[in-house]
């Protein structure tokens, strides 16, 4: 061969590559999706499998594209981006919408709901509800998941309420800044990718989170104690704008519900895994993995207590509804 046909010949392939490239990557249609947490969390992770049955399972008509960390919208700013249709698809934290209805905040009330089956019926007893409020934001709930039971990160061991007095804490909703201000605590709202930086500069000196949260932060590199007081189970939630549903053919809608179905089961075992799992990592990076003292736990269940009357009171006949349906 010729150099010259050796080079058309290489320019013929060099096209029909790229070609072959933009095909399987252009999907009929590509919806952004927006998350609040880094790539390595689980939720993260579970999120691109779904998106990548969706696109199976459509045959390549529909895409999702996943933006993580804030990347596309802030944390804060995500619900209202699918509510007002900048992107058709996202997720967020639920109990952030506890001050538009205390309901969404009821997986975060301390002490509730402390497992995986309680959690689960908990879900059952919140979900018509959740739908049916979100519903008239023109949303459509897709599939939840819980993070592992939240634990407590400290410099010091923590022996009691009284140990947590003035602690700099770090909040992720306000369910959890009440709570952590009835310890006695002083409490900041930081989100997740910036966690290790709000420890560093002395923003924050405590945390209640995941054991997942805690080891994907290296919490080691800050604080020394994990108290493993198993508070509540809150979840994250993929939320669909109804009009951008509405817009897809059935056989597309068919398939996102089928992939939410299996995302939402895929979730709660990736969970349960990530519990024990992210635990040992906390433990073999030198942290004291430890149970609460009997002390601790019967101080910090009185609050939940209190929490709770407040929260029956705020969420009226809803709130009952949900309650006599999970208990
Ligand atoms: N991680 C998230 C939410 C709950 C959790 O375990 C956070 O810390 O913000």
Redesign the pocket.
Known sequence: MSDKMKRSNRLIAGAVLSMAVTTASSADMTWDMPTP?PDKTFHTRNILQFAKDVEESTNGKLAIKIHSAGSLFKHPEIKNAVRGGQVPIGEF?LSRLSNENPVFGADSQPFLATNYGDARRLWDAQQPIVAKLLDKQNLMPLFSVP??P?GLYTKKEIKGVEDLKGLKFRA?NATLEKFSKLTGAAPTQV??PD?PQAFTTGRVEA?I??P??GANSKAWDFVNYYTDIQAWL?KNIVVVNKRAFRKLDKASRDALLAAARKAEARGWEMSKKETTAKTAVLKDNGMTVMPPSAALMTGLKNIGDTMLESWKKSAGSQGDALLKAYQ
């Open positions: 947490y934290f993070w592992p939240q992720y989100e997740v966690i945390m989170t995941s997942s949260t809150p």
